[in-house]
């Protein structure tokens, strides 16, 4: 995937659908999966190369999570600084 892959929906209530969906499908895949397939190392890529794929899932997890803090203290600062 390259960055040019990636494309703006057009307002922010578009992304905030496509990031619904997006979690939706990711949710989705992951409840259907077999225990075969979170141990199988098919879909680690760096920087997980030869790891599971639940241990892939748990880091996009925790860097989703790291995300949404940053989004999250950013908003606050932002506030923060109208007052």
Known sequence: ???EDITWPG???KAKEEIKTLHDKWVEKLINMSDAEYQSQQYAKW????RSFADTALW????????VAEIG????LY???KK
Request: with cysteine; charged share 30%; hydrophobic share 35%.
């Open 47 to 50: 920087p997980l190369e030869g």
């Open 73 to 76: 203290y950013g908003r606050f």
């Open 1 to 3: 995937m390259k960055k």
């Open 11 to 13: 307002s922010v209530e």
């Open 60 to 67: 996009l997890n925790g860097e989703l999570m790291k995300n």
């Open 79 to 81: 506030a923060a600084c």
